[in-house]
């Protein structure tokens, strides 16, 4: 079974910083195309961020640019996503992806190119 678990979700007043992380189980997944979604109570999931396999493309949502900044760290399998001044419109349950694409040189920014995906953690930003 291939596993992603996000961590380092909570709450946070506006304004605030936060860290996402996202492990990946096993090497196998060191150098896939990886990306960030988000879904908000209520609302569809929408693609926030995506990076590719070796770390030197990324992409982002308009509505987090400037804000946001996906990296990786692919010896250790993890993801990560930097949530700077942050917006209650923010608050929603992040989701980390993974492709099963090794050799995808670009990043991918829909959710159907992907084919595994982390439970989700929840991020609150108050008012």
């Known amino acids: 079974q291939v596993q992603l678990v996000e961590s380092g979700g909570g709450l946070v007043q506006v304004g605030g910083s936060l860290r996402l992380s996202c492990a990946a189980s096993?090497?196998?997944?060191?150098?896939?195309?990886r990306g960030w979604f988000r879904q908000a109570p209520g609302k569809e999931q929408e693609f926030v961020a995506a990076?590719?396999?070796?770390?030197?493309?990324?992409y982002y949502a308009n509505s987090v640019k400037g804000r946001f900044t996906i990296s990786r760290d692919n010896a250790k399998n993890t993801l990560y996503l930097q949530m700077n001044s942050l917006k209650p419109e923010d608050s929603a349950v992040y989701y980390c992806a993974a492709s099963a694409e090794t050799s995808l040189v670009g990043v991918l920014t829909t959710r159907v190119r992907y084919d595994y995906w982390g439970q989700g953690t929840q991020v609150t930003v108050s008012s």
């Open positions: 990076i590719n396999r070796i770390g030197t493309i990324t």
């Open positions: 096993g090497r196998t997944f060191s150098s896939y195309p």
